[in-house]
């Protein structure tokens, strides 16, 4: 393959080229068969489960069902030993390989870089959770972490603390693996930009055969699967916000409306691409999130929230490793309904979070790479978690407003929050403007992943395809709300979480694939 690099002839000499089982048709340059038959199983799925709601619910919620309940070990296990793997980069000589070749210099600027990957890779889900779950926790809402007694000084440290381990060092080492394995391929062997480059020092050139078909178009279904679940459960959560704030009528009509909305700002942000669209929106999430955080501090318990940065450090050390623990759990609900359930979610997301964040991460060194994926989130996450949580808990355990009868739904719990503090309705509209522009930023930068995936790897894929994959995840959306609503709905957000099974297995042999590339790299050097 001819790329124009000095690629290590030992391992990735081939004579295959990116694009070439492409086909051009109808405007559009598609991978021949990822594109067909990603799109006909994503048809054949949404057509099954409007025909029938309640039946695919219940098979798909059996399938998640027994992926948790007889493969615990797998998801824990696995994660641990991810977070392991890049704790390891930080310190190992191959840390200092760059992506791209000694040579290479960084697309975007550190905050830039780092606003994308955070808004792609969870900053939706904090909108909700930072609130939702320490309350959960707190109160017994579905079980307490360790079985912690609830509503005990006790039970609130340790909800915070199992909050944060949700959403902490593991979910970003799943991220951490799954976009270092693609950036380290794709920038410095000169593969294509999916999923199935990174096997390729395991498996040679039968990565472009039907083994990486298959390994792409798991990664097309649980990408799109898990975007359409996130838009179609958000603009239920928006129209829940919008009705507890301004009184507008909270149906199926206005749900679909916040989903039109969000999919037509996508479509604009894809069509200007990453620098043009998707960096904007990203910074400008990380503006409006940072004067919401830092209003929520000044405004709420100030000197609570700080002694809660300090509490929710030290009990996540602390709790860690029990917490990590899958063998002999006696919080079977807490650690099944809670944390295995997370991690499915983390590993089916994985395709999606680290195939765009390893399109954005060309010119940074290994240790810089993980570094900013794994230890600045947690960090950040801290904070908010510390920020928003602490002044959740303070309400609830104080008996100040709809947090002291304990969670009433995630969707709200942000606002009853907002609302016992001063311009409570600025405030809820920054909130729900953040919530808006989360999804946005997350359709808008699944649609280029996806695009990629489903062209062969190619980063130069026409426009068309790239708007084509941000109307499917709207129309899906609209069409499992309209059709069955939260049954189709959570139908779907179930077969996301089946994925997480087979992908679990993948990013092990990702991660030995990885090792394996890198340390071939470091020799060459």
């Known amino acids: 393959m001819n790329t124009g690099r000095d690629l ?55 399938a998640k069902s027994w992926s948790i309940n007889y493969f615990d070990w797998l998801f824990m296990g696995a994660s641990n030993l991810f977070v ?11 840390g200092r390989i760059r992506l791209g070749g000694a040579d290479a210099k960084p697309d975007f600027s550190r905050i830039s870089w780092f606003s994308m990957l955070f808004a792609a890779g969870m900053g939706i889900g904090l909108m ?29 440290d340790m909800a915070m603390a199992a909050t944060l381990f949700h959403w902490g060092f593991h979910p970003w080492a799943i991220y951490g693996v799954v976009g270092l394995a693609l950036a380290f391929f794709t920038f410095n062997k000169g593969m294509p930009l999916t999923i199935r480059s990174a096997f390729y020092p395991l498996f040679g050139d039968r990565v472009w055969g039907r083994a990486g078909d298959i390994i792409d178009v798991l990664a097309v279904l649980a990408t799109i699967f898990g975007l359409a679940t996130s838009l179609g459960l958000g603009a239920q959560q928006a129209a829940s916000g919008m009705n507890f704030l301004f009184g507008v009528t909270d149906n199926i009509n206005t749900q679909i409306m916040v989903i039109v909305g969000v999919t037509s700002v996508a479509i604009i942000s894809v069509i200007r691409g990453l620098d043009g669209g998707v960096k904007i929106l990203s910074n400008l999430n990380m503006v409006l999130a940072s004067i919401l955080l830092l209003f929520v501090f ?59 964040i390893a ?11 993980i570094a900013a994926v794994l230890v600045v989130p947690v960090l950040v996450t801290l904070v908010w978690m510390a920020v928003f949580g602490g002044s959740a808990l303070e309400q609830a355990q104080n008996g100040i407003g709809e947090l002291a009868n304990g969670l009433g739904g995630v969707s709200l719990a942000m606002f009853q929050m907002l609302e016992n503090l001063p311009l409570a309705e600025i ?99």
């Open 8 to 62: 290590d002839t030992e391992e990735y000499e081939t004579d295959h080229e990116i694009g070439e089982n492409n086909i051009e048709v109808w405007g559009l340059d598609v991978h021949n068969p990822v594109f067909l038959v990603s799109a006909v199983l994503i048809l054949a799925f949404v057509i099954g489960t409007l025909i029938m709601p309640t039946e695919a619910k219940a098979f798909l919620d059996s």
């Open 84 to 94: 392991l793997f890049c704790l390891a980069l930080l310190v190992l000589p191959i």
């Open 128 to 156: 909700f959770w930072s609130v939702a779950e320490p309350v959960a926790y707190y109160t017994d809402w579905w079980g307490t972490p360790l079985n912690a007694e609830a509503k005990t000084a006790q039970g609130a």
């Open 298 to 356: 000044i405004a709420g318990p100030t000197l609570a929230l700080i002694g809660y940065m300090g509490t929710t450090a030290v009990e996540y050390v602390q709790q860690i490793i029990p917490l990590s623990n899958w063998i002999d759990r006696e919080d079977d609900k807490f650690f099944h309904g809670w944390t295995v359930f997370y991690w499915a979610w983390w590993v089916s997301w994985s395709p999606f979070v680290g195939l765009f």
């Open 359 to 369: 399109r954005i991460s060309r010119g940074r060194t290994v240790r810089e790479f």
């Open 427 to 525: 405030t809820s509209l920054i909130a729900i403007t953040l919530v808006l522009l989360f999804f946005v930023t997350s359709s808008d930068s699944g649609s280029l992943v996806i695009d990629s995936i489903t062209a062969g790897g190619k980063l130069d894929a026409p426009v068309p395809q790239r708007i084509f994959w941000a109307c499917l995840e709207g129309a899906i959306a609209i069409a499992l709300l309209y059709g069955g609503g939260k049954e189709a709905l959570s139908a779907l957000q179930a077969g996301a979480i089946t994925t997480g099974l087979p992908f679990t297995v993948i990013l092990i042999v990702m991660s030995i694939s990885l090792f394996k590339g890198l340390q071939s790299e470091m020799k060459h050097q």
